[in-house]
């Protein structure tokens, strides 16, 4: 079956660590993104990947690290610089980073840090 | 990319159609209307897209204005499945700025037996 893959779907962590959230699609898709979402909010836009080795910042990247050394992997790693890294954290791609394509997004993975 | 506007909630009742509206007023010529649904806690899916014409695929319709200033999603019979939260978005055409998705709070769609 083809699809984006996010483990694990509960990460708990203690205030301090870095932590290191997988993302992996078999859709052959080029762009890559990733999304954080708060209780009763919409998703904010972390960091998003055109191509292999290039990514850019969204609206919200202080705290958080990404890498796309290959298509079919971008992972996020949210630092101990992130003030408030609890939270759903969602990864989707698309087959183009133009307009018209839409995004697929993965199952998600829930981050407690306390 | 234009900003919309949605109502916080709406209820519908299983097998009734479920209309839900969009406001886009400063849409600009080369953005598409997206709309996603979120299922509680997991990762939205994606339902259907247009530019300016109606447009209907095996989940939705979706019916844009002349103007392009609204458009409104139609589930034609609602099941309790289709319970979700509701994101209109609207995205530039052809924008190589990682076809960044803004999602706004959505509509809270409850659909009742």
């Known amino acids: 079956d083809g699809g984006i893959t996010q483990s694990p779907k509960y990460l708990f962590r203690k205030e301090g660590q870095n932590v290191t959230l997988s993302c992996e699609q078999n859709?052959?898709?080029?762009?890559m993104y990733w999304y954080r979402q708060d209780p009763g909010q919409g998703l904010r836009l972390i960091y998003y990947?055109?191509?292999?080795?290039?990514?850019q910042k969204g609206d919200i990247a202080e705290g958080y690290s990404v890498s796309r050394e290959k298509k079919e992997s971008f992972p996020l790693t949210v630092t101990s610089a992130q003030k408030n890294p609890t939270a759903f954290y969602l990864c989707?791609?698309?087959?183009?980073?133009?307009?018209?394509?839409?995004?697929?997004f993965g199952p998600g993975t829930r981050l407690t840090v306390t | 990319d234009a900003k919309t506007t949605q109502p916080t909630s709406m209820d519908c009742a299983e097998g009734r159609a479920a209309n839900l509206p969009c406001n886009h007023s400063?849409?600009?010529?080369?953005?598409?209307v997206y709309w996603y649904r979120q299922i509680h806690s997991q990762g939205p899916q994606y339902i259907i897209h247009?530019?300016?014409n109606n447009e209907t695929n095996e989940m939705a319709s979706l019916i844009i204005t002349e103007d392009r200033k609204s458009s409104t999603l139609i589930l034609p019979h609602a099941t309790l499945r289709d319970t979700a939260v509701y994101y209109c978005?609207?995205?530039?055409?052809?924008?190589?700025?990682?076809?960044?998705?803004?999602f706004g709070e959505g509509t809270q769609l409850t659909v009742n037996p």
């Open positions: 990947s055109q191509i292999v080795n290039d990514f």
């Open positions: 859709l052959n898709h080029d762009a």
């Open positions: 989707a791609s698309s087959a183009s980073s133009g307009g018209g394509y839409e995004q697929y």
């Open positions: 247009g530019l300016k």
């Open positions: 978005i609207v995205r530039v055409v052809g924008e190589t700025s990682g076809s960044r998705l803004t």
């Open positions: 400063t849409i600009s010529g080369n953005e598409y």
